[in-house]
C-alpha cells in the first residue's frame, strides 16, 4: 500500500493542523501510525490506531492530538489542537500488519512526510 501525507504548513503556536494520509488500497486491516522527525533528531512515534480502532499517542501529545481512521476512503487522520514549538517536525504516516506501536521499523509501508511548523 502506498501513502500519501498532507495537511501540514505553519500555524502560530496554539493553533492547529488536520493531516491526513491517504492509502492507495485497503487499509482495513492495517495499524495505522504517525511519526514525526525534527531536524537532528530521531524518528519518534506521535499516535497509532489499530483496526479495531484501539488508539495510544506518546505522552506529550496526550489531549491536544486526535487519531482517527475512514476505512471506507482508506484515510487516517491526526488532528493537531494547541500546537507548541516543540512539535515542529516533519510528519510521516505509516502502516504495518504487525500489532507493533512504537518501533518505527516496524513498519512496512510509509508516506512522504508533511512538514509542520510552529511559531512561538
Known amino acids: 500500500v502506498q501513502l500519501q501525507a498532507s495537511g501540514g504548513g505553519l500555524v502560530q503556536a496554539g493553533g492547529s493542523l488536520s493531516l491526513s494520509c491517504v492509502a492507495s488500497g485497503n487499509i482495513r486491516s492495517y495499524y495505522m501510525g504517525w511519526f514525526r522527525q525534527a531536524p537532528g533528531k530521531e524518528r519518534e512515534f506521535v499516535a497509532h490506531i489499530s483496526w479495531s480502532d484501539a488508539i495510544t499517542y506518546r505522552d506529550s501529545v496526550k489531549g491536544r492530538f486526535h487519531i482517527s481512521r475512514d476505512n471506507s476512503k482508506n484515510t487516517v487522520y491526526l488532528q493537531m489542537n494547541s500546537l507548541k514549538p516543540e512539535d515542529t517536525a516533519v510528519y510521516y504516516c505509516?502502516?504495518?500488519?504487525?500489532?507493533?506501536?512504537?518501533?518505527?521499523?516496524?513498519?512496512?509501508?510509509w508516506g512522504q512526510g508533511t512538514l509542520v511548523t510552529v511559531s512561538s
Open positions: 505509516a502502516a504495518t500488519l504487525q500489532s507493533a506501536i512504537w518501533n518505527p521499523s516496524s513498519y512496512e509501508h
